[in-house]
């Protein structure tokens, strides 16, 4: 659309949706819309066409309604914590932040569960039920700040999750409001549900398919004693060969973490914890370059040492460091690849670094990502991840919740045509055609 259009339509869309929202929270000036260009990746940033921020499920019902009559698609952000670009606006799209709905509905401990809006911080359920002898397991690194709705959508992991599982194995129910602005309840408040196993499909499809407007998780018992062993190694590929010794030995610790020695010493000169920096976080990385680039892949245990190794000789060849922590217990890499931004060249190095180690976790048998979602950043990998006709299974389930693409448009779900383009399959531009992505 030209600037102009794009005026006409966020006038348009303020004046209507002000009629149902609080006009302050309708944000449609450059200044007030600028906060919300990106998430956590935030090498990437592009402003909304306007910020929505309703207050109750109503609102939000309101909002879905009026973007489908008009036809503009819509991008739900949380605490905007996200790694993988899953809440980058588009110039023609409505930002509805949902940071406002961050009520604790119902605390039910004999049933172990409880009823939270979606702007509930993930650490803030832990905190309500502490009372009750309880507390909610997924933890993921941010969950001082990310929020229930946010973890919902991108499936998120964590320390914990070696032992609890990740978010889908910790929720009981969601309820949504779709496109057109109805309200469904998935799953229920026994173990199992009725029907078809929506509540997973729903988790982790990146905004794609829903709004979440409340979820119910699961609550477990606080343990009884929390004990913390470190072990130091002489080089990174021993520590990944003794993560897969001990799981393999039947022991299944609450968390299993690792950090190469980079990692190491990057923290312990920011919080000076003891640990051993002559052994081979995210904040602390800070001190030891501009910029840093957070990739999230997740592979077999027993080819730990071995990817270990191989990112090291990437390092070499892309002239980037590479500060390795990760989630040890259940494969899931995060290697922090440091560059300047401000160097010409070197982001794009640092992309194609990172899209060589998700290739490498796909081709020892593992997956592209753990748990920071698809996005925008991973979009091209998912065509090396995934051949056409899995590709095309996903559009078709996609569109039959979202028919014009309105919902999170562009993200996590390549195009055959981008794959073609990308090499990454034996596909020809234009075999296959999905009529209700065209126009985006």
Excluded: W
Excluded at 32 to 53: I, K, M, Q, T
Excluded at 185 to 190: Q, T
Excluded at 292 to 306: E, S
Aim: proline share 6%; charged share 20%; aromatic share 6%.
């Amino acid at each position: 659309m030209q600037d102009t259009d794009l005026d006409t339509l966020r006038q348009r869309l303020a004046a209507r949706l002000r009629q149902h929202l609080d006009p302050a929270f309708v944000l449609v000036r450059e200044e007030e819309r600028r906060p919300y260009e990106c998430d956590g990746l935030s090498a990437y940033r592009h402003l909304p066409l306007l910020v929505a921020l309703p207050g109750d499920i109503e609102q939000v019902q309101a909002v879905m309604r009026i973007c489908h009559e008009e036809k503009v698609p819509v991008i739900a952000r949380g605490a905007g914590t996200g790694l993988s670009g899953g809440a980058l606006p588009r110039e023609d799209a409505v930002l509805l932040g949902l940071s406002r709905l961050n009520r604790i509905l119902e605390v039910d401990p004999d049933n172990l569960c409880a009823r939270v809006q979606p702007g509930v911080r993930n650490l803030a359920i832990s905190e309500a039920v502490r009372p009750y002898g309880l507390y909610y397991a997924p933890d993921p690194s941010s969950q001082i700040a990310c929020t229930i709705g946010g973890n919902v959508a991108e499936n998120a992991g964590g320390v914990h999750c070696l032992k609890y599982g990740l978010t889908v194995n910790n929720l009981l129910a969601l309820e949504i409001v779709t496109v057109e602005g109805e309200r469904l309840r998935i799953g229920g408040s026994g173990l199992d549900s009725p029907g078809y196993d929506l509540l997973a499909l729903l988790t982790g499809s990146e905004g794609m398919l829903g709004i979440v407007v409340e979820v119910t998780v699961k609550l477990l018992p606080i343990p009884q004693r929390a004990q913390v062993a470190l072990a130091a190694f002489d080089d990174v590929e021993q520590a990944g060969q003794a993560v897969a010794d001990l799981i393999a030995e039947g022991i299944l610790p609450a968390g299993l973490e690792m950090m190469g020695q980079a990692s190491l010493r990057a923290a312990e000169d920011f919080v000076h914890a003891g640990y051993p920096t002559d052994a081979a976080a995210f904040p602390a990385a800070g001190r030891i370059s501009p910029d840093y680039y957070c990739m999230d892949g997740t592979i077999p245990r027993k080819h730990l040492a071995r990817v270990l190794r191989e990112i090291a000789a990437l390092s070499e060849e892309y002239g980037l460091r590479a500060a390795n922590v990760f989630h040890a217990g259940d494969g899931n890499l995060h290697p922090l690849i440091l560059y300047d931004g401000n160097a010409p060249g070197e982001l794009e190095r640092a992309e194609e670094f990172g899209g060589k180690i998700l290739e490498l976790c796909v081709e020892v048998g593992g997956t592209i990502t753990g748990e920071h979602g698809v996005g925008m950043e991973k979009i091209n990998q998912m065509c090396a991840q995934f051949p056409p006709e899995e590709l095309q299974l996903f559009h078709a389930i996609k569109a039959a919740f979202d028919p014009h693409s309105l919902l999170n448009p562009g993200k996590a779900i390549p195009t055959l045509n981008r794959c073609a383009e990308f090499g990454a399959m034996h596909v020809k531009a234009g075999d296959l055609r999905f009529p209700h992505l065209e126009r985006f």
